[in-house]
């Protein structure tokens, strides 16, 4: 530009400076614009050298490319100046407009700073435009906007006409920091936008990849698991199922979706279901199958959610825990009933008594339970009747019904409330004569002859006529009446809502029923039975109950004819 003011050499110049901003908004990513910055300095603006240096996120300027000299570019690319530095020089020397221009008479004092520079030694200069060359130009760029926030500083060396710049080359050179920090900025929001883009595609290539994960640990997961609705209308309905839950219920998926787990419950354990919590809860209940039966499952609970604000749903673990249940039951089973004869033992019979009686006597205003045996029953004893009894048929293995243990009104020993919720069990007081008192029956019964068949036949035979006398006790008695075994050939019967007479009669029927012959392996052996009758009553203790009925029981075996206790 050795004459500026001339037009044509102002419309040369308009012409380079057009074509290097456009050729700033080709480059592909930051440090193609950067360096497309530091070549356009030297092909547009007729500098020799130009070096770009860019702001970090520290605030510190690094040299981040180089136009004009390899051995220059070689040196102090990447090389990092201070920021408190660069603000010095910044305010140093003349200010052109947004240019800092520091000449060589005052930059001497800047050959000692950390700032990255590289000088070319030459003659002094001969007029007073002319450029020397420790003379530093700098051209900050700033960020559009108010706060004109600094990107970085272009800094020019050795013009090719050898002056300082005019006007007219001052404000070219303005014009192109200007675009180059627009240049700038919007490669590092491309830069930026390609980040977020190859973020964005791995944490979503990550998401589908768990989420094929989770399909199928949740299809092909051993134990069944089922997605939930959480709030709203559909609270509870089954979304999905997977194929094991389908198989253990016994129903399609397209079916599963009708239902709720409140739908598919048993009726006793929906308050168990209900009670169990979202989050982390756990429950053990059945579950309905498609063929009406139940099956016992673990239900474990977890919520999840689409995205963090997203709808959640409830992730239910089911898993099958019928053979464990059915194990337990029969553990229980075992711990409260005879292995022989399948009735309740000692131990359960003295609980369910125990869960009868209270310390407190009745008063005498005071109800007789009657265990759902009251008026209905017109104060009478209807047995269930078996249609096929044969008394000379050959036992068989005692299959205990376990109807006969429960709907008796009985809770566990103890489960008793305090008692003025308590219905007080009281014991007619007539005797013989029957006075119209109902009451909790005790029946016990010993058999007579049993020793001798067990000496003369074996302990195999005995075993036979204990199994067979189960199950004829079994059959002489309502549902919900309890027959025990109490150890050895002693069997106690709980009868509750009736009177003296309905006892008797009781004790007869029983008595009646063990007399016929009993056949084990083609052998007809008998047994006889003496039966005492006791009554359970409030303030009576347990033991009392039984001693008072086993006393009785005695009494009627002295009092009876002994050719009726004969057996063999």
């Known amino acids: 530009m050795e004459t500026e003011s001339e037009p044509y050499v102002r419309l040369s110049t308009l012409r380079q400076l057009h074509q290097v901003v456009a050729d700033l908004n080709t480059a592909r990513s930051l440090a193609d614009t950067l360096q497309t910055v530091a070549d356009g300095v030297v092909a547009g603006l007729n500098y020799e050298l130009a070096c770009v240096n860019l702001v970090r996120p520290d605030g510190d300027l690094v040299v981040a490319a180089f136009a004009g000299s390899s051995a220059a570019e070689a040196l102090i690319t990447g090389r990092v100046g201070s920021r408190a530095s660069w603000e010095r020089r910044l305010t140093m020397g003349a200010a052109w407009g947004d240019l800092r221009f520091i000449p060589h008479t005052e930059g001497w004092v800047l050959m000692e700073d950390d700032v990255p520079q590289w000088h070319t030694d030459g003659p002094a200069p001969r007029f007073e435009d002319e450029w020397h060359p420790h003379d530093r130009l700098y051209a900050p760029m700033y960020a559009s906007g108010s706060g004109r926030e600094l990107l970085g500083v272009i800094s020019v060396d050795r013009p090719r006409n050898g002056r300082h710049p005019g006007p007219w080359g001052q404000e070219a050179l303005q014009m192109y920091a200007s675009q180059s920090a627009i240049a700038i900025s919007n490669a590092r929001l491309r830069s930026n936008m390609q980040r977020a883009l190859v973020r964005l595609e791995r944490e979503q290539q990550a998401l589908r990849a768990s989420e094929e994960s989770f399909r199928q640990a949740f299809e092909y997961a051993p134990s069944g698991m089922a997605i939930a609705e959480m709030g709203g209308d559909q609270h ?76 959640r749903f409830l992730l239910t673990h089911v898993e099958d825990i019928e053979e464990r249940k059915r194990h337990e039951l029969q553990l229980a089973h075992r711990a409260s009933h005879d292995a022989l004869t399948g009735l309740p033992n000692s131990a359960e019979l003295r609980s369910r008594l125990s869960a009868r009686i209270c310390e407190r006597p009745s008063a005498p205003g005071d109800e007789a339970a009657y265990g759902g045996y009251g008026a209905g029953h017109g104060g009478g004893y209807e047995p269930a009747h078996d249609p096929a009894y044969d008394p000379g048929h050959e036992p068989q293995p005692f299959e205990y019904d376990h109807e006969h243990e429960h709907g008796f009104g009985f809770e566990p020993a103890g489960g008793a409330g305090p008692y003025d919720h308590h219905v007080h069990s009281v014991a007619p007081t007539g005797g013989d004569v029957d006075d119209g008192t109902k009451g909790l029956a005790v029946l016990f019964c010993d058999l007579d002859g049993f020793k001798s068949i067990n000496d003369r036949f074996g302990h195999h035979t005995g075993d036979a006529v204990l199994i067979e006398v189960a199950r004829r006790l079994t059959t002489g008695v309502r549902d919900g009446d309890t027959v025990a075994r109490l150890g050895g050939d002693e069997f106690v019967v709980l009868a509750d809502g009736l009177g003296s007479a309905d006892a008797a009669d009781l004790a007869v029927r029983l008595r009646n029923a063990i007399i016929p012959p009993i056949r084990v392996d083609g052998r007809a052996v008998r047994v006889g039975a003496s039966f005492g009758i006791g009554w359970a009553e409030c303030g009576m203790t347990v033991e009392e109950v039984l001693n008072s009925a086993d006393q009785r029981m005695y009494i009627e075996k002295r009092s009876r004819a002994k050719v009726h206790r004969r057996a063999g």
């Open 236 to 311: 509870g309905r089954l979304l999905r199922t997977n194929d094991a839950l389908c198989r253990l219920l016994g129903r399609p998926a397209s079916v599963m979706r009708r239902y709720s787990f409140a739908d598919l419950v048993h009726p006793e354990d929906i308050g168990t279901l209900l009670r169990t919590s979202a989050e982390g809860g756990r429950a053990e209940l059945r579950l309905g199958r498609r063929d009406g039966t139940y099956v016992w499952v673990s239900l474990r609970n977890s919520v999840v959610a689409d995205t963090a604000d997203g709808p």
